[in-house]
């Protein structure tokens, strides 16, 4: 799933607990990715092209369910214990979850159980169909607005980045080239992409058409 829709989850668990700091939320249903791009940067996890198709062959740190559970459990731990606040802790630890299971879904088969063997295996491979993840991630992106009684300065947000993931999510052949010539090219538009999102996001998730 792209950058756009993972923010708008924050929006679903912002509306459940109004008292989370919205940034927060954003940087908890980010966090595995963020990981995701550092270790790509170390070259402890990489990615691969073939068939004119980008595929995260290998990620079993940052996007296992083991991984995910030991990021949550300890940014559950962090909040609960540090700041004495559980229900943030809860609402963080969510966030952190809601990341991995959005990817078993959207992605190829390429989630491990855990780093340390490599099945069972999950994804459903929705990203290999660009126009229908377009479609799903699209709705899903339009539902967490509409729970969270958005603005439409954040739908318009929504629409955009959504539009804007379109050549993305089509391109294939060649224009996959440089990302096989220098590896860094895609986790730093991927990183670029949820720096922006948050901004946007949080930026624009501040009024609701309520308050
Ligand atoms: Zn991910």
């Given at each position: 799933?792209?950058?756009?829709?993972?923010a708008?989850?924050?929006?679903?668990i912002?509306?459940?607990?109004?008292?989370?700091?919205m940034?927060?939320?954003?940087?908890?249903v980010q966090?595995?990715?963020?990981f995701w791009?550092?270790?790509?940067?170390l070259?402890w996890?990489?990615?691969?092209i073939?068939?004119g198709?980008?595929?995260?062959?290998?990620?079993?740190?940052s996007?296992?369910?083991?991984?995910?559970?030991?990021?949550?459990?300890?940014?559950f731990a962090?909040?609960?214990?540090?700041?004495?606040?559980?229900?943030?802790?809860a609402?963080i630890?969510i966030?952190?979850?809601?990341?991995?299971?959005i990817d078993?879904?959207?992605?190829?088969?390429?989630?491990?159980?855990?780093?340390?063997?490599?099945?069972?295996?999950w994804g459903?491979?929705?990203?290999d169909?660009?126009?229908?993840?377009f479609a799903?991630?699209f709705?899903?992106?339009?539902?967490?607005w509409?729970?969270?009684?958005?603005?439409k300065a954040?739908?318009?947000?929504?629409?955009?980045?959504?539009?804007?993931d379109l050549?993305?999510?089509?391109?294939?052949g060649d224009?996959?080239?440089p990302?096989?010539?220098?590896?860094?090219?895609?986790?730093?538009?991927i990183l670029?992409?949820?720096?922006v999102?948050?901004?946007?996001?949080?930026?624009?998730?501040?009024?609701?058409?309520t308050?």
């Open positions: 799933m792209y950058a756009i829709n993972h708008a989850t924050a929006l679903l912002k509306k459940k607990v109004p008292t989370a700091p940034i927060l939320l954003l940087v908890s966090l595995i990715e963020l791009v550092l270790f790509n940067y070259g996890e990489y990615y691969s073939s068939g198709k980008v595929h995260l062959d290998y990620l079993p740190y996007h296992s369910v083991f991984g995910a559970v030991v990021a949550a459990l300890i940014s962090i909040i609960n214990w540090g700041y004495k606040n559980r229900k943030l802790a609402a630890a966030g952190v979850l809601s990341h991995i299971v078993m879904i959207f992605h190829e088969k390429d989630i491990q159980l855990s780093p340390f063997s490599a099945t069972p295996v459903l491979g929705i990203l169909y660009p126009w229908l993840n799903l991630e709705l899903y992106g339009l539902f967490c509409w729970y969270f009684k958005g603005s954040l739908l318009a947000v929504i629409v955009i980045f959504n539009i804007t050549p993305l999510m089509l391109g294939g224009s996959l080239k990302f096989q010539e220098y590896p860094f090219i895609l986790p730093t538009i670029f992409q949820i720096l999102t948050w901004y946007f996001v949080w930026r624009y998730s501040r009024k609701t058409k308050a």
